[in-house]
């Protein structure tokens, strides 16, 4: 009998370390829970409808990331579906980011699939590394174009001839 309590206690921890979070799962929802919350003043934190009305205004302003990441939750107008009740409660126990991220992740796993674009720092990358996409990015951040580009070393080319011009060297 006690190999058996034994055997359920390690079946489920080992359930409990595969459902938690891993340092970089989950980056737009913990963040934009996390400032989410310390936007909310004291009075607010402890009511759930109070803080699911304050996630809709402060979805109004996001962008990006932060804009499909409040889509996803209901947070918008034009939100096809809708679990803010598994932000706001959680959020008026004092629950952190983390820990709400993870029950959001059962509930609707694309959450978690949302990344932050990381920046390409221009003068220590190596552009024969990035893929065609990334030097495509950067061009579209530039808004360039590179006319005539077949292979990678068609948009590497273009992207030395624009350096100059858009990448700043600080002293």
């Known amino acids: 009998m006690a190999n058996y309590t034994l055997l359920g206690l390690v079946l489920f921890s080992l359930v409990f370390t595969a459902l938690a979070l891993k340092d970089d799962e989950c980056e737009v929802c913990v963040k934009t829970v996390d400032n989410f ?32 990441f409040c889509y996803y939750l209901g947070g918008l107008e034009e939100s096809a579906t809708g679990i803010l009740g598994e932000l706001s409660k959680p959020l008026s126990w004092s629950m952190p980011a983390d820990k709400i991220c993870e029950k ?15 920046q390409i720092d221009l003068n220590t990358v190596d552009l024969k590394k990035l893929k065609v996409r990334d030097l495509k990015k950067i061009l579209n951040d530039w808004d360039e174009l590179c006319d005539g580009c077949l292979e990678k070393t068609d948009y590497i080319k273009r992207i030395e001839e624009l350096k100059p011009k858009y990448s700043r060297t600080e002293l």
């Open 104 to 118: 959001l992740k059962k509930k609707d796993a694309q959450i978690c699939d949302l990344r932050f674009e990381k």
């Open 37 to 68: 919350a310390k936007s909310l003043d004291d009075s607010t934190k402890k009511d759930p409808k109070l803080i699911e009305e304050e996630f809709r205004k402060f979805c109004k302003t996001s962008k990006n990331k932060e804009h499909r």
